[in-house]
């Protein structure tokens, strides 16, 4: 397997992932990152935003329907009806962490970007529940694809297949696309501030998804008719 150039590093001494659904997301990732990635650069990634968008605004209609009181929010039980009529099949418990994994502003609801997030992590998870996942595929058909491009990019990231995408992880990727410019690694370190969210020095899936609905210009102030727009004043 190429682009492995013995970089070895592992997960800061002591990092442990802070749920079960974090622990289970990045067993799921390592599995998947060992299978390898069809992603040769990072700039095979770029060019993908546009098909990413596209399909992520599809996704709105999904979102409306489940958001049933129409505030522009799923809150928990919407999101219960929602796992319901998806038919996955995740616990009461599990579909808890979900929502506080994905909730960022934390019991104002999920909105439009948290949701997109979640619904990827629920397909990475998935896919090792091949029953109902069938059923996942035929009620969001053209996400599918989008979900997996996600899930590929972040394997061809997270190079040692630890299930985490580190600095040294993120520069390498760059450098490969940009065969060493000296720009490069400016560009890599301000990607990769922008998915490391909680500043731990490590990115898992759920901040790489983050990340990119924020690239692709999904963000949670859009279409809003609840919040008022002060943050553009
Ligand atoms: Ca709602
Ligand atoms: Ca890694
Ligand atoms: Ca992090």
Excluded at 91 to 97: G, T
Excluded at 179 to 187: D, F, K, P, Q, V
Aim: aromatic share 10%; with cysteine; net charge negative.
């Amino acid at each position: 397997m190429g682009g492995a150039l013995g970089i070895v590093e592992s997960p800061k001494r002591g990092y442990l992932p802070e749920t079960k659904l974090e622990a289970k997301m990045v067993e799921s990732m390592q599995k998947r990152a060992s299978q390898g990635t069809v992603m040769k650069s990072f700039n095979t990634i770029i060019l993908k935003f546009p098909k990413i968008d596209q399909s992520f605004r599809k996704c709105k209609a999904i979102f409306e329907e489940f958001d049933e009181d129409k505030n522009g929010v799923i809150d928990h039980s919407e999101l219960k009806h929602c796992f319901r009529k998806l038919e996955v099949s995740f616990s009461e418990e599990e579909i808890e962490d979900f929502f506080k994994a994905c909730d960022i502003n934390e019991d104002s609801g999920m909105k439009f970007n948290e949701f997109i997030v979640l619904l990827c992590l629920v397909y990475l998870l998935q896919d090792d529940q091949s029953a109902s996942e069938v059923k996942f595929r035929m009620r969001l058909p053209n996400l599918e694809a989008t979900f997996e491009t996600l899930v590929d990019a972040f394997a061809f990231l997270d190079k040692n297949k630890d299930g985490y995408v580190s600095k040294t992880e993120m520069i390498q990727a760059i450098n490969e696309t940009n065969s060493g410019e000296r720009s490069s690694g400016r560009i890599a370190m301000k990607r990769f501030e922008e998915m490391d969210w909680d500043n731990n020095g490590m990115v898992n899936f759920k901040e790489f998804l983050f990340a990119f609905t924020s690239w692709v210009g999904i963000n949670e102030a859009e279409d809003e008719d609840e919040d008022e727009d002060e943050e553009n004043t």
